[in-house]
């Protein structure tokens, strides 16, 4: 094991507001970004880890990593594995930075980049993906990574080892079948909201001749344009292909009730983010206002307190975890055993850079460990970027297959690192 010498930030930005990737009815020119952090040893081990945003604000995010990474230094890499969940509490629980939360927010994220390149580097110097050392885990040590601080009146420790203990003769056989399986995955790539129809149906073909069962669309600007966008989707999909549709927060409550109404014709598989992220009551009256449709959200839920009311106001019925929305591994963990109490399926957001090869660890922990193979898990999959990962996602049929090499997923190659670099590298400077 090592000794945590130092850390370096990056800034990488990509420029995806040129060709309108990842435009939605909220994010209308996003710019694929990851605050970077790089944790370094002694040894030639380091632990890479990046949050994701869309471009401006990154700089504030690298700022906060830069406060909370020096908490880290000096520790002795054992140490903060066997400690990880007191680290986790004094990384979000800093007193005087908390004030600027608390339990949300760019430093609850910025502890969740900490977090998520210290388990980066624990995976390495095991030499197994994150997957493979969260799922061996004893249930003791999975329940000690967990701040249960808010959360007891869902969810307390016995309850959760429950849970881990009712999967643990089945681990090995979830295991086997992960590896020849993978966890099953779906697209939002032919749903951008900037694309011309033409595209759309170009890319939902191409999705479905790759072997995808699930494709997602952006919706929420135009009822007309939605209707008319859906009407040529379910057309080319035929009746019983599932589709589902996200609005990036984009309503208010009664409106998104009147509008997703109007849409039950194409008996949509679940409406993303239909309100604001934190209206936890509002997502209650929608998800019974627009029933059997299934309301899905998550991605911008910052906390697991958040998710707690979500799942004990039934304000949602699809789980949908962040790697970098909250506060790490240590927070998704809660998230995963809340939802496995509450028996909602755990489905994670992975559109931007970097977060299908982080977050598809998460899933393939919850197949092994935690709820085993069932088919209401599908992981988001974006086919954008991922060949700056030293790690990219391997996608067969549909699914994501099981990553191999050690690591936590976020690691990139230096070289997209130094070309990206906002506004220093090479791109930025001189358009290459
Ligand atoms: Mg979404």
Known sequence: MAKITGFETFDVRFPTSKMLDGSDAMNQDPDYSGAYL???????????????????GNEVQIKALDI??????GLDTADAFDNIGDIARQLSGDSQLRWLGPDYGVFHMGAGGVLNALWDLFAKERKVPLWKLLSDLTPEQVVNAVDFRYITDALNRSQALDILYRQLDYKSSNEAKLRTQGVLAYTTSPG?????????????????????????YKCGKSLEDDKRRLRKVRELVGPDFSIAIDANQVWDVDEAITWINELREFKL?????????????????????????????????????????????KGFSVMQIDATRVAGVNENI??????????VPVCPHAGGVGLCEMVQHLAMFDAVAVTGHHPGRIVEFVDHLHEHFVVPTDIQNGSYMVPLQPGAGAEMHQASIDKYQFPSGS????GE
């Open 427 to 430: 791109y930025w400077k001189n």
């Open 192 to 216: 951008w909201l900037g694309y011309t129809d033409e595209k759309m149906l170009k890319l939902t073909q191409k999705a479905m001749d790759q072997g995808f069962t699930l494709l997602k």
């Open 269 to 313: 598989r679940w409406i993303e983010e239909p309100t604001s992220p934190t209206d936890v009551v509002g997502h209650a009256k929608i998800a019974a206002g627009v029933a059997p449709t299934a309301v899905a959200t998550g991605e911008m839920a910052g906390s697991r307190i958040i998710f707690k009311q979500l799942l004990q106001s």
């Open 38 to 56: 790089r944790i370094k040893t002694d040894s030639d081990m380091h632990g890479d880890s990046l949050i994701f945003t869309i471009g401006r």
């Open 68 to 73: 909370l990474a020096e908490k880290v230094v």
């Open 334 to 343: 809660a998230n995963i055993l809340m939802a496995a109490k509450y028996s």
